[in-house]
């Protein structure tokens, strides 16, 4: 709104009180900015209140001194409502009591220094008589009030100097910026202002003035971030819905495929065992029939001994299909009962599901309404502002701008701020189908590597770890020649989407886990946790001894794994501290591993469960249930039983139905080593090649199925097992 915006240009809601949503009356104004009538807001204030809550944007500020009344008058909008309301009661009728001939006649001008109105012969002998020179500037005529071009700026021109709030007689003449810009008379100088910081309000006004302009200029370099917000939200509902619906899908269709194999199973199942019934029979048959030949001689001479061998041929057949159907039964009965039990995890996964979505749902509403009160606050910040700079009246600016001044800052701070991870409100996190649970029979291992491939990461010279989400994105970490740790995007067949050196690190690790869709926990350099986005890869980061009390400045981070459940950050170093942060690298809490354990080489998540590769001393693995500070050891992984008897593990990994797989290293041998979930029991080891140097593993979802990848060291090449 320019200084020479005509005062009809005003938008009737921003004189409009939120709470009876009539015209304004003893306009109150909060911290916010947003204002509201006195009455109204002792209205929904208890007596006695320390806060207030905003109607409009719903920030909530603490009550001055004195309640409602301790809260600032709006000048600004009061002296544009008292021009409004004298317009429509010159409308309304046009016949006053003049104030010099006190005749009641048509009026013709406003003195506000008399605060009264005038005829025409007495406004012609008001602006003209040297008796009240001091008014001619506050003379308004009437014939204006109707004007197109009537300005804010024009209004404020006629308005009086506020009176001392000491001596009401008199016109305040300066501001004391030691009380707060307060309008005070000359003899306050000598009196309780004495010694205090005064200042002429024509040039503290201009200084305010600019000081505004300034800050709204800055605001206004976030203006589009601010509208944004709303539409980022939108996404994140839609995200959500699509999300939602997707998982829900593939758990039905999962049920559905396991149904329809069981079906044929059970089906092919009595199929055979019909076959070997017939089989049986035709066995039976024949032997019968030589039988018969044999003892045709015998039968004229014992006919009962022949009776008998048939009898126990007939029974032989139905004892033999007897246990045929009886392992069909127990089969079937397994696949059923697998069956069942899966239906009733895939429930408990939907309705898990449903409950995330209601309370992402939930958050997205909060963050919503919060976004729609910085738009809100937006807009009644700059129309203020712009509504003051229009007015230029000297004395309600050194009393208004200092307020909108913090108003406009605190507004810019909010909206610099990185709106919260909306993220993680758009997924939903489940956890995959219990290996006990599922119907599906074991998983193996493809007896030799599918595949191997070259990696083009040229500025890699080593591979230091790899990470994979559930659309097969596949993320590996490495070191350059320097030493510098550096994060890809790489396809399945090894090609190069995107890859970021990090030029500030240095040291000997770098290791990463999806925490979400796109988000990727990094650890590198020697203590250093962030967390990379591989949208646009920008990335945060953090140092343990920055945010970690009594943690060593020089405590190296060796692995890391992610709980996205739980929104969690796990890492761990080279000693048993184990450190949980969330999604904002806030620090969460820190435990200690159990006495067994030296060093967390590496680590991953499953279902509570944190399982441990401890490649010092002797070599050994564990899986730790995490307690809120302590932790226990569950169960020691097995070591091989292949081999060497030095082995030690390197990396470790989950498929998608809860297996293992862990890989080892011992004197001249190399391994892949399959476990089950629920005991750290071998089901089978796959030798692998020495001289690939495999030290990483992470299982992949592809349209083949699920895959095992293993990156090699030095030669930069990736190494493909089909789980099958």
């Known amino acids: 709104?320019?200084?020479?915006?005509?005062?009809?240009?005003?938008?009737?809601?921003?004189?409009?009180?939120?709470?009876?949503?009539?015209?304004?009356?003893?306009?109150?104004?909060?911290?916010?900015?947003?204002?509201?009538?006195?009455?109204?807001?002792?209205?929904?204030?208890?007596?006695?209140?320390?806060?207030?809550?905003?109607?409009?944007?719903?920030?909530?500020?603490?009550?001055?001194?004195?309640?409602?009344?301790?809260?600032?008058?709006?000048?600004?909008?009061?002296?544009?409502?008292?021009?409004?309301?004298?317009?429509?009661?010159?409308?309304?009728?046009?016949?006053?009591?003049?104030?010099?001939?006190?005749?009641?006649?048509?009026?013709?001008?406003?003195?506000?220094?008399?605060?009264?109105?005038?005829?025409?012969?007495?406004?012609?002998?008001?602006?003209?008589?040297?008796?009240?020179?001091?008014?001619?500037?506050?003379?308004?005529?009437?014939?204006?009030?109707?004007?197109?071009?009537?300005?804010?700026?024009?209004?404020?021109?006629?308005?009086?100097?506020?009176?001392?709030?000491?001596?009401?007689?008199?016109?305040?003449?300066?501001?004391?910026?030691?009380?707060?810009?307060?309008?005070?008379?000359?003899?306050?100088?000598?009196?309780?202002?004495?010694?205090?910081?005064?200042?002429?309000?024509?040039?503290?006004?201009?200084?305010?003035?600019?000081?505004?302009?300034?800050?709204?200029?800055?605001?206004?370099?976030?203006?589009?971030?601010?509208?944004?917000?709303?539409?980022?939200?939108?996404?994140?509902?839609?995200?959500?819905?699509?999300?939602?619906?997707?998982e829900s899908r593939k758990l039905q269709e999962q049920l559905d495929r396991e149904g329809e194999r069981i079906e044929r199973e059970i089906h092919d199942a009595e199929k055979e065992l019909n076959t070997r019934r017939a089989d049986l029979e035709e066995r039976m048959k024949e032997e019968t029939s030589g039988r018969k030949k044999e003892l045709e001689k015998e039968m004229r001479e014992s006919r009962e001994r022949y009776e008998q061998a048939c009898r126990e041929e007939q029974q032989e057949a139905d004892l033999n299909f007897r246990k045929l159907k009886e392992k069909n039964n127990e089969e079937k009965k397994q696949l059923e009962e697998g069956l069942r039990v899966m239906n009733n995890e895939i429930q408990e996964l939907l309705a898990s599901i449903r409950t995330q979505k209601d309370e992402n749902t939930k958050k997205i509403k909060e963050l919503s309404d919060h976004f729609d009160g910085i738009v809100k606050r937006f807009e009644n910040v700059t129309a203020t502002a712009d509504c003051i700079l229009a007015a230029k009246n000297d004395w309600t600016d050194v009393q208004c701008i200092p307020g909108v001044c913090r108003a406009v800052d605190l507004l810019r701070e909010e909206v610099k701020r990185d709106s919260p991870g909306m993220e993680n409100m758009s997924g939903v996190k489940i956890r995959g189908l219990s290996a006990g649970v599922t119907v599906r029979g074991k998983v193996g291992i493809s007896e030799d590597v599918e595949s191997i491939i070259d990696l083009h990461i040229k500025e890699s010279k080593y591979i230091t770890d790899i990470t994979s989400n559930e659309d097969g994105t596949i993320v590996i970490t490495g070191l350059t020649s320097a030493f510098q740790a550096s994060i890809a995007v790489i396809t399945k067949t090894g090609g190069l989407q995107q890859q970021h050196i990090f030029p500030d690190t240095r040291g000997y690790s770098a290791r990463c886990?999806?925490?979400?869709?796109?988000?990727?926990?990094?650890?590198?350099?020697?203590?250093?946790?962030?967390?990379?986005?591989?949208?646009?890869?920008?990335?945060?980061?953090?140092?343990?001894?920055?945010?970690?009390?009594?943690?060593?400045?020089?405590?190296?981070?060796?692995?890391?794994?992610?709980?996205?459940?739980?929104?969690?950050?796990?890492?761990?170093?080279?000693?048993?501290?184990?450190?949980?942060?969330?999604?904002?690298?806030?620090?969460?809490?820190?435990?200690?591993?159990?006495?067994?354990?030296?060093?967390?080489?590496?680590?991953?998540?499953?279902?509570?469960?944190?399982?441990?590769?401890?490649?010092?001393?002797?070599?050994?693995?564990?899986?730790?249930?995490?307690?809120?500070?302590?932790?226990?050891?569950?169960?020691e992984f097995t070591k091989p039983m292949a081999g060497p008897s030095n082995w030690y593990p390197l990396s470790v990994c989950t498929d998608q139905n809860g297996y293992i797989y862990m890989r080892w290293r011992g004197g001249g041998g190399s391994l892949i080593v399959q476990y089950t979930k629920d005991g750290g029991q071998i089901e089978l080891e796959r030798e692998v090649d020495m001289t690939h140097n495999v030290r990483a593993i992470t299982a992949v979802q592809t349209k083949q199925g699920e895959k095992l990848l293993l990156p090699t060291w030095a030669t930069k090449k990736l190494l493909t097992y089909g789980l099958t």
């Open 1 to 246: 709104m320019a200084s020479a915006s005509p005062l009809k240009d005003i938008d009737e809601q921003y004189l409009q009180c939120c709470i009876c949503m009539e015209q304004l009356k003893e306009p109150k104004i909060l911290p916010c900015l947003h204002r509201y009538c006195r009455e109204c807001l002792e209205r929904i204030v208890k007596k006695g209140a320390k806060k207030i809550e905003c109607v409009t944007c719903r920030e909530v500020h603490t009550l001055p001194k004195g309640g409602i009344n301790g809260l600032k008058t709006d000048f600004n909008t009061k002296n544009i409502i008292e021009f409004i309301q004298l317009q429509d009661s010159v409308k309304v009728d046009p016949l006053r009591t003049c104030i010099h001939c006190k005749k009641k006649q048509e009026a013709s001008a406003f003195c506000f220094r008399c605060n009264d109105f005038l005829c025409e012969t007495c406004h012609a002998f008001h602006a003209s008589s040297a008796m009240v020179k001091d008014h001619h500037p506050h003379i308004f005529s009437l014939s204006e009030a109707e004007a197109a071009n009537l300005t804010i700026q024009k209004l404020s021109s006629l308005k009086v100097a506020p009176r001392c709030q000491t001596h009401l007689e008199k016109l305040s003449e300066l501001c004391c910026t030691t009380c707060g810009n307060l309008p005070i008379c000359v003899p306050c100088t000598f009196g309780e202002h004495r010694g205090h910081n005064l200042e002429e309000v024509k040039s503290l006004a201009k200084i305010q003035r600019e000081m505004l302009r300034g800050k709204i200029a800055d605001l206004l370099q976030y203006k589009e971030k601010a509208y944004s917000l709303r539409e980022e939200i939108k996404k994140t509902k839609d995200k959500l819905e699509l999300n939602v619906d997707q």
């Open 513 to 635: 886990s999806f925490l979400s869709q796109y988000l990727v926990a990094v650890i590198y350099g020697f203590n250093q946790v962030g967390i990379h986005d591989i949208r646009d890869q920008s990335r945060s980061f953090i140092r343990l001894s920055d945010v970690i009390m009594n943690c060593p400045t020089n405590q190296l981070v060796t692995s890391v794994t992610t709980d996205p459940v739980n929104d969690h950050i796990i890492v761990g170093c080279r000693s048993r501290d184990v450190y949980v942060f969330n999604s904002k690298l806030e620090h969460v809490k820190t435990m200690t591993l159990p006495g067994v354990i030296k060093i967390a080489s590496d680590i991953a998540m499953y279902e509570g469960n944190l399982f441990v590769c401890d490649s010092s001393g002797t070599g050994r693995a564990f899986a730790v249930a995490l307690k809120q500070t302590a932790s226990e050891v569950e169960y």
